[in-house]
């Protein structure tokens, strides 16, 4: 008896020693088979459609008669035995909290980078990156302009099937080209990394500047192997994945130490309606 289960609602007061139910009824499945033949005749012959038309109208009919013009009931007996105990209202009361008190139901995250911490976080790791680029130039090809006129390849696609000794040369369309291109795409990540930053757990800058570097390096190797292979073979991706790890390190770093701004939902109610009334604000309105 002590592994037998309770049945029914905990509290539920009824005395009747029987319960009634919808009696059980097997057209349903006839119904059911009945479409199925059909729907078979449709691929293979009619004569099957034939037979499953048949068994539908008897389904149809015997489904019919069990609940019209009265529905089929059993009553199934109650055991006494197994009815649960009601339920005990206790007299304590609980401690309501208040939406934002103790973290209680607050979203992520509770604060964010401004947008022009990721402007000035995107410049700062792009000169590091065109710092590192340059480097490789010099170290590698002998010349900073090599790695200038493979970028500007993304604006003038003429370039990337330029010779060694023109990726070398100075070009001015190019220098412009590329340095735009830079400029405009390192704010631009800046302000994603300002957005994303705040979602990272600790030591974010140090996790963005490592972990997104790394898949951005791997998302433009794969991308740039279909759509520009010349551009792709001339491209040393030890230093290319260097270059983006300084960029992520940099800006990860400047944007982290930018202040945050609180989101709104740490505010209070009356905050967030902008209503000075005794007795709303919260315990920061209050300080």
């Known amino acids: 008896m002590a592994?037998?289960?309770?049945?029914?609602?905990?509290?539920?007061?009824?005395?009747?020693?029987?319960?009634?139910?919808?009696?059980?009824?097997?057209?349903?499945?006839?119904?059911?088979?009945?479409?199925?033949?059909?729907?078979?005749?449709?691929?293979?012959?009619?004569?099957?459609?034939?037979?499953?038309?048949?068994?539908?109208?008897?389904?149809?009919?015997?489904?019919?008669?069990?609940?019209?013009?009265?529905?089929?009931?059993?009553?199934?007996?109650?055991?006494?035995?197994?009815?649960?105990?009601?339920?005990?209202?206790?007299?304590?009361?609980?401690?309501?909290?208040?939406?934002?008190?103790?973290?209680?139901?607050?979203?992520?995250?509770?604060?964010?980078?401004?947008?022009?911490?990721?402007?000035?976080?995107?410049?700062?790791?792009?000169?590091?990156?065109a710092a590192l680029a340059c480097l490789y130039g010099l170290v590698v090809q002998h010349s900073i302009w090599y790695p200038i006129n493979l970028l500007s390849g993304v604006v003038i696609p003429g370039m990337g099937d330029a010779t060694i000794e023109q990726l070398r040369a100075f070009n001015g369309p190019a220098f412009f080209a590329a340095s735009a291109g830079h400029v405009v795409i390192s704010i631009l990540v800046g302000i994603i990394y300002a957005t994303m930053l705040p979602m990272f757990p600790k030591y974010a800058f140090f996790w963005a500047g490592i972990l997104m570097p790394l898949f951005w390096s791997g998302l433009v190797a794969s991308l740039l192997n279909v759509v520009n292979p010349a551009m792709n073979g001339r491209i040393s991706w030890p230093w290319f994945i260097a270059a983006q790890l300084g960029f992520g390190l940099v800006g990860g770093y400047v944007i982290a130490q930018a202040t945050s701004i609180r989101t709104m939902q740490s505010w209070s109610l009356s905050d967030r309606l902008f209503v000075d009334a005794p007795g709303m604000r919260g315990h920061e309105g209050d300080e």
Do not use: C
């Not at 037998?4 to 029987?18: D, L, M, N, P, R």
């Not at 529905?71 to 035995?81: G, K, L, Q, R, T």
């Open 3 to 129: 592994n037998e289960k309770h049945h029914g609602e905990a509290g539920e007061q009824t005395h009747e020693s029987h319960i009634e139910l919808p009696a059980p009824t097997f057209w349903p499945m006839v119904f059911a088979f009945g479409i199925t033949l059909i729907g078979a005749g449709l691929v293979t012959d009619w004569s099957v459609s034939i037979v499953g038309f048949v068994i539908t109208v008897f389904g149809v009919n015997g489904w019919w008669h069990n609940v019209i013009p009265h529905e089929e009931h059993e009553e199934v007996p109650i055991n006494v035995a197994l009815r649960p105990a009601p339920i005990l209202v206790e007299a304590r009361s609980v401690v309501r909290m208040r939406p934002g008190q103790e973290q209680h139901r607050q979203l992520v995250p509770e604060s964010v980078q401004p947008y022009s911490a990721g402007l000035w976080g995107g410049l700062a790791g792009g000169a590091v990156m």
